[in-house]
């Protein structure tokens, strides 16, 4: 009873100024004030709402139409009805201040409004902080050659929305006074203990995002790990897929890319050297095997000019004398192209010149006794 009475006298101490202000005598209504003037606020905060609603489309999304970036006029779509609505419910909530109503169904009633606002405003923050990184993310996209931001981009705009959405639940847990610390708590506890039963799928993950972000090698590299040469097809969020020459392809999860070393033929640049041994018999000439080779060198077109072909005698081997000969191919795709050419044509021209390519021998002396 108590509660009441102060809860109306609260209540004409609110009404009082806003009739004066007006310069409406209070007996001239009847009893009715706190009813008419309720009303009157609600009436008026629609109204200021369907103007805030028709200055939102009348000037600001023209003016956002004429702007480079659609991220404003994706915002504006987004907080537009949500700002309507959270008007008239702030209307609602100081209308229910001028009637005399019992401080329960009041404190209940405005607790509701305020759990509704806190909604809408969640819904608005998630809408915005989604719309920005995947707009961050379509640019990031754009400048990268992996899949790993696109499928890191929905990830993460849905850890961000469950994260807001929770923290909107705990402030509403909080209006009704319930005890939020016991329940982050047992969040924590609970997160613990999956994070530490799926550490290999956070492993992979982050390992996803360190591949992003330090880009030892992109989508159509050629790379070899762990005992696999191929070309990378596709860079996931926990796994990384080669194509191996023999066309076949190795999945390989991500954690375990960036705890072992990975050779990348493309970088710096997609050229490749190639080191080629060439095998002569002993008694033929080094100077005309040298000739011989940089010639047929010099006539295949998957070779680069420059850096120039270079043989070098190497060694004086068990059966052969051994050279070495170095060349630059353009393009490390046709490195196999280039050495097959090079092989036939050699083969060919040391025919002509009578050169053999010897073979390993042994020579047996039988001693009689």
Same mark, same amino acid.
């Not at 000037?59 to 915002?75: C, G, H, L, P, Q």
């Not at 987004?78 to 404190?107: M, R, T, W």
């Not at 000739?291 to 006539?299: A, E, N, S, T, W």
């Not at 068990?318 to 630059?328: Q, V």
């Given at each position: 009873m108590n509660e009441t009475l102060l809860n109306i006298n609260m209540n004409e101490t609110l009404l009082n100024p806003i009739l004066r202000q007006l310069g409406i005598e209070k007996s001239a209504l009847g009893g009715y004030e706190g009813i008419i003037v309720a009303t009157a606020i609600i009436m008026a905060s629609i109204i200021f709402?369907?103007?805030?609603?028709?200055?939102?489309?009348?000037?600001?999304?023209?003016?956002?139409?004429?702007?480079?970036?659609?991220?404003? *006029?994706? #915002?504006?779509?987004?907080?537009?009805?949500?700002?309507?609505?959270? =008007?008239? !419910?702030?209307?609602?909530?100081?209308?229910?201040?001028?009637?005399?109503?019992?401080?329960?169904?009041?404190?209940?009633?405005?607790?509701?409004i305020s759990i509704a606002i806190i909604i809408l405003s969640a819904w608005v923050i998630a809408g915005v902080s989604d719309a920005i990184l995947q707009r961050a993310g379509k640019k990031l996209a754009a400048r990268t050659k992996t899949t790993v931001d696109d499928e890191a981009i929905p990830f993460l705009s849905r850890v961000l929305k469950f994260t807001i959405y929770l923290l909107a639940f705990m402030i509403i847990l909080d209006q009704f006074g319930i005890e939020i610390t016991p329940l982050i708590a047992s969040l924590g506890i609970a997160g613990f203990a999956i994070g530490f039963a799926a550490k290999d799928t956070i492993g992979n993950l982050l390992a996803g995002f360190?591949?992003?972000?330090?880009?030892?090698?992109?989508?159509? *590299?050629? #790379?070899?790990?762990?005992?696999?040469?191929?070309?990378?097809?596709? =860079?996931? !969020?926990?796994t990384t897929k080669i194509e191996t020459l023999d066309h076949t392809y190795v999945i390989i999860p991500n954690a375990s890319i960036i705890s072992n070393e990975v050779i990348n033929y493309t970088l710096p640049d997609v050229r490749i050297k190639v080191k080629l041994p060439v095998s002569?018999?002993?008694?033929?000439?080094?100077?005309?095997?040298?000739?011989?080779?940089?010639?047929?060198?010099?006539?295949?077109?998957?070779?680069?000019?420059?850096?120039?072909?270079?043989?070098?005698?190497?060694?004086?081997?068990?059966?052969?004398?051994?050279?070495?000969?170095?060349?630059?191919?353009?393009?490390?795709?046709?490195?196999?192209?280039?050495v097959d050419k090079i092989n036939m044509k050699i083969n060919e021209e040391f025919e002509k010149a009578g050169i053999e390519i010897p073979f390993p021998c042994r020579t047996v002396y039988m001693r009689k006794e």
């Open positions: 709402a369907k103007i805030v609603y028709w200055f939102v489309e009348r000037y600001m999304k023209a003016f956002a139409v004429k702007t480079k970036s659609d991220i404003d *006029d994706i #915002i504006l779509q987004i907080i537009h009805k949500p700002v309507y609505y959270i =008007i008239i !419910l702030i209307g609602i909530q100081l209308s229910v201040s001028c009637v005399a109503v019992s401080a329960e169904f009041e404190d209940l009633l405005s607790r509701l360190f591949i992003l972000t330090d880009r030892p090698f992109v989508r159509g *590299d050629r #790379i070899e790990l762990k005992g696999y040469l191929g070309e990378v097809v596709d =860079i996931g !969020l926990r002569v018999a002993y008694g033929t000439e080094p100077e005309k095997v040298k000739k011989i080779v940089l010639d047929v060198v010099k006539k295949v077109d998957e070779v680069m000019d420059d850096p120039k072909p270079v043989i070098f005698f190497k060694e004086f081997g068990e059966s052969s004398l051994n050279f070495l000969l170095i060349f630059w191919v353009a393009d490390f795709r046709k490195k196999l192209v280039a």
